[in-house]
């Protein structure tokens, strides 16, 4: 069993724009395209939040080298 931790990285292999909704979606063990549609229903619920919350996920989180 792997007693390591796992990281948030950004899919190279899920991505639509900057692969964050599939990094989060391989993280969280959830299809990407839910994801998608939570940061979607965000955007329209907390107004710019949920793009600025992106944006700095964008910029902060590595890509994934796999």
Partial sequence: M???PRKL???ISQRQLGGVC???GEYLNVDPTIMRLIFV???F??????FWAYLVMWIVVPESTL
């Fill in 2 to 4: 792997d007693n390591q």
């Fill in 9 to 11: 990285y950004r899919s």
């Fill in 22 to 24: 599939g990094g989060l």
């Fill in 41 to 43: 229903a965000g955007f």
């Fill in 45 to 50: 619920l907390t107004g710019s939040l949920t």
